[in-house]
């Protein structure tokens, strides 16, 4: 397997713009976690789901975010509209939740710049 | 919200020597995790400790758990420059919830 698959790597994107952030986790893995990384905040859970549904979306910070997983093997992360503030590393992990004692594999995150 | 708190946040060592981190957390626990997270990269598995276990050996690592004082340490014996990196610890409460992470220490080894 190759890895959790994030697309793109780096977006660069004007203030009010729609972005859309791209996650395949690795195959078998029942549950999928978005994450967003800054300075200030360090590595903060948005949402996550299980079997591909939404379980807690309360760490997602405003409407102008949401997230979907349509199958077992896609995710998106979509904001609109984007702002300066959005301004992030955003990482997509997966694992087998509910097997003890599991980890957690990252993609290598979609830095996120709205200008 | 953070669960995990590392101590330091920032560590700079010789190569050789030995780099002890941190990480302390509030809820109870069914394991601890740390992470080693490259520059401009995504986090990658390290070592799992279960709530039943004090300590645990991995290569040059070691992981000790107090959960009487909710806290871990990390050591990394003879450090090398290829070490140089954020560590990071996550706590899994129940084996059915998401890792919470703390923010990290950086650690520089300096050749």
């Known amino acids: 397997d190759a890895g959790v698959i994030q697309s793109p790597r780096h977006e660069v994107t004007e203030m009010g713009q729609e972005v859309t952030l791209r996650c395949k986790p690795i195959?078998?893995?029942?549950?999928l976690f978005w994450y967003r990384q800054t300075m200030m905040r360090g590595l903060e859970l948005l949402i996550y789901f299980n079997n591909n549904v939404p379980i807690d979306d309360s760490g997602m910070p405003e409407d102008r975010f949401s997230a979907k997983m349509p199958n077992a093997s896609f995710s998106t992360l979509k904001i609109q509209p984007s702002e300066p503030r959005d301004s992030a590393v955003y990482f997509c992990?997966?694992?087998?939740?509910?097997?003890?004692?599991?980890?957690?594999?990252f993609g290598q995150g979609t830095r996120l710049t709205v200008v | 919200s953070q669960q995990g708190e590392e101590d330091p946040q920032a560590l700079s060592i010789q190569e050789g020597e030995n780099a002890t981190m941190n990480c302390s957390y509030k809820?109870?626990?069914?394991?601890l995790q740390w992470y080693r997270q490259n520059s401009g990269r995504g986090l990658v598995h390290l070592i799992l400790i279960r709530s039943n276990e004090r300590e645990k050996h991995s290569g040059r690592l070691r992981v000790t758990l107090d959960t009487s004082k909710k806290s871990s340490s990390l050591l990394i014996t003879a450090s090398r420059a290829a070490d140089t990196a954020s560590y990071f610890c996550?706590?899994?409460?129940?084996?059915?919830?998401?890792?919470?992470f703390g923010k990290g220490t950086r650690l520089s080894v300096i050749a």
């Open positions: 992990a997966s694992s087998s939740l509910g097997q003890l004692n599991t980890e957690a594999f």
């Open positions: 195959s078998g893995h029942n549950s």
């Open positions: 809820t109870s626990i069914n394991n």
């Open positions: 996550a706590t899994d409460e129940s084996g059915n919830t998401p890792l919470v």
